[in-house]
């Protein structure tokens, strides 16, 4: 049964057209720096937000209409919903998808009966992938929502709690790689303290770390070659969450011999509230090669909470993709939609109409990004910027060669460094002028 019966496929109609269930800037097959605008952006949708997310906040409850869902824990509801969840995937022209275990299928009254019922959904979402030609961008596990997980998972002080946990990541690995999702991701909703009083950080950290060796090994022993995520995020739920930022994050996994296994999955709405920019959150990843995906969203600097905002700010899209485009795109990842529409937003052509903004923002931010790029003043300034270390006494630094003692010498002997400007003004003029 169809679900969106007036709502047409959304296509793409150019900047001038003023139907809201239409493209204005996504235009899938345009070429931009030689791949087509849908190579580049690799768009996916979260299963959570789009299907479970029924809106409540902590003052009231869900507002969302969803008129297919029965609310039961019944398998038939889940695969009802994935029905009209592949349905909305087709009709908004978006190629991959994300989702948590318990999302997909219902968390049951013991452990082996939610693995059934996992494992029953997974089938007929494969079949639904097949039919469809839709790809899982990543899989993950709900590790944060049940009462048991209130302590942490991996980090919990329960040893119990962390071995119900591991089962769990067991089954969801399984179910990605059964559905060949391209990576599998650890977002630590929980794994994180709220007093030092009562934590023993250090042994919850070794936890966590052995965790995600076992996982690295069931990997191995399952032949899933798909990669492995991280996701940073500084508090919500946690007070303080270990994975704070990707400098915390990309320090643990070499703390403990787990960098060249994972890779991080970026979300800005978590790089505001860390207090960085999202760019900088890419640029410390790009800087140890470990930028594998991203969780497009967006924040309010007024709402000090995690509000998983559809992307609108121009700004921010034309930041991620010049970034993207400097990595040379994405291989494993995507821009996965964790964005969920307003409370006062609850009707279901919101959801249409909040990724065609989303996709539309991002499209923007490709097409500016590559005009920065080839009209080259931004990335000549920058050159020219550190053009003292491409010869003389800046080449013998960066090869080694000196010493305190040969830049003591070095320095008498030479005038008083004048430095030039930086021209942040004049950057962001330019920046201006191409947007
Ligand atoms: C929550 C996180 C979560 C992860 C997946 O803030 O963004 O949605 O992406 O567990
Ligand atoms: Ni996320
Ligand atoms: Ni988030």
Redesign the pocket.
């Given at each position: 049964m169809a679900y969106f019966t007036d709502i047409p496929k959304i296509v793409y109609e150019g900047s001038k057209s003023k139907n809201p269930l239409a493209f204005k800037h996504y235009n899938p097959d345009e070429i931009i720096e030689g791949k087509t605008m849908r190579e580049h952006m690799r768009f996916g949708a979260a299963y959570w937000h789009v299907m479970r997310n029924a809106l409540s906040d902590p003052f009231g409850g869900g507002t969302a209409v969803m008129p297919w869902d029965d609310y039961s824990d019944s398998v038939d509801n889940a695969k009802k919903r994935a029905d009209v969840f592949f349905e909305f995937l087709e009709k908004i022209d978006i190629d991959y998808y994300c989702f948590h275990d318990r999302d997909i299928a219902p968390e049951l009254d013991d452990f082996s009966k939610s693995t059934a019922a996992l494992n029953e959904v997974v089938a007929h979402l494969g079949q639904l992938q097949q039919s469809s030609g839709k790809k899982l961008l990543w899989g993950t596990a709900c590790l944060f929502s049940h009462p048991r997980y209130s302590q942490g998972a991996g980090t919990s002080p329960d040893a119990a709690v962390f071995a119900y946990g591991a089962a769990q990541v067991k089954a969801a690995m399984d179910a990605t790689h059964a559905l060949g999702g391209l990576g599998y991701t650890f977002?630590g909703g929980r794994e994180g303290y709220a007093t030092l009083l009562n934590t023993d950080m250090k042994r919850e950290l070794d936890h966590l770390a052995a965790l995600l060796h076992m996982a690295v090994d069931y990997a191995k022993k399952i032949g899933y070659t798909g990669q492995f995520y991280i996701?940073p995020k500084p508090r919500e739920p946690s007070t303080h969450q270990y994975d704070s930022d990707s400098a915390a994050c990309l320090n643990f996994l070499r703390e403990y011999g787990l960098l060249e296994h994972f890779k991080l999955?970026l979300?800005t709405n978590?790089a505001t509230l860390a207090g960085h920019t999202m760019q900088h959150e890419i640029s410390v990843a790009m800087g140890a090669n470990a930028l594998g995906s991203i969780?497009a969203n967006q924040g309010d600097t007024l709402l000090g909470w995690d509000t998983d905002q559809f992307p609108s700010d121009i700004y921010g899209t034309t930041q991620v993709m010049l970034k993207v485009l400097e990595m040379g795109g994405f291989t494993t990842g995507g821009l996965n939609f964790?964005a969920k529409r307003r409370r006062e937003s609850h009707e279901p052509i919101d959801l249409f109409y909040a990724h065609i903004g989303g996709m539309d923002a991002f499209a923007r931010g490709l097409k500016v990004a590559a005009a920065i790029r080839e009209d080259g003043r931004i990335a000549d300034f920058v050159k020219s910027r550190y053009s003292s270390w491409d010869e003389g006494i800046g080449k013998q630094i960066e090869d080694g060669k000196m010493n305190f003692d040969d830049l003591t010498e070095w320095v008498k002997k030479n005038p008083e460094p004048v430095v030039a400007s930086g021209r942040q003004e004049l950057m962001e003029n330019i920046l201006n002028e191409l947007l």
């Amino acid at each position: 049964m169809a679900y969106f019966t007036d709502i047409p496929k959304i296509v793409y109609e150019g900047s001038k057209s003023k139907n809201p269930l239409a493209f204005k800037h996504y235009n899938p097959d345009e070429i931009i720096e030689g791949k087509t605008m849908r190579e580049h952006m690799r768009f996916g949708a979260a299963y959570w937000h789009v299907m479970r997310n029924a809106l409540s906040d902590p003052f009231g409850g869900g507002t969302a209409v969803m008129p297919w869902d029965d609310y039961s824990d019944s398998v038939d509801n889940a695969k009802k919903r994935a029905d009209v969840f592949f349905e909305f995937l087709e009709k908004i022209d978006i190629d991959y998808y994300c989702f948590h275990d318990r999302d997909i299928a219902p968390e049951l009254d013991d452990f082996s009966k939610s693995t059934a019922a996992l494992n029953e959904v997974v089938a007929h979402l494969g079949q639904l992938q097949q039919s469809s030609g839709k790809k899982l961008l990543w899989g993950t596990a709900c590790l944060f929502s049940h009462p048991r997980y209130s302590q942490g998972a991996g980090t919990s002080p329960d040893a119990a709690v962390f071995a119900y946990g591991a089962a769990q990541v067991k089954a969801a690995m399984d179910a990605t790689h059964a559905l060949g999702g391209l990576g599998y991701t650890f977002w630590g909703g929980r794994e994180g303290y709220a007093t030092l009083l009562n934590t023993d950080m250090k042994r919850e950290l070794d936890h966590l770390a052995a965790l995600l060796h076992m996982a690295v090994d069931y990997a191995k022993k399952i032949g899933y070659t798909g990669q492995f995520y991280i996701e940073p995020k500084p508090r919500e739920p946690s007070t303080h969450q270990y994975d704070s930022d990707s400098a915390a994050c990309l320090n643990f996994l070499r703390e403990y011999g787990l960098l060249e296994h994972f890779k991080l999955n970026l979300e800005t709405n978590h790089a505001t509230l860390a207090g960085h920019t999202m760019q900088h959150e890419i640029s410390v990843a790009m800087g140890a090669n470990a930028l594998g995906s991203i969780d497009a969203n967006q924040g309010d600097t007024l709402l000090g909470w995690d509000t998983d905002q559809f992307p609108s700010d121009i700004y921010g899209t034309t930041q991620v993709m010049l970034k993207v485009l400097e990595m040379g795109g994405f291989t494993t990842g995507g821009l996965n939609f964790d964005a969920k529409r307003r409370r006062e937003s609850h009707e279901p052509i919101d959801l249409f109409y909040a990724h065609i903004g989303g996709m539309d923002a991002f499209a923007r931010g490709l097409k500016v990004a590559a005009a920065i790029r080839e009209d080259g003043r931004i990335a000549d300034f920058v050159k020219s910027r550190y053009s003292s270390w491409d010869e003389g006494i800046g080449k013998q630094i960066e090869d080694g060669k000196m010493n305190f003692d040969d830049l003591t010498e070095w320095v008498k002997k030479n005038p008083e460094p004048v430095v030039a400007s930086g021209r942040q003004e004049l950057m962001e003029n330019i920046l201006n002028e191409l947007l």
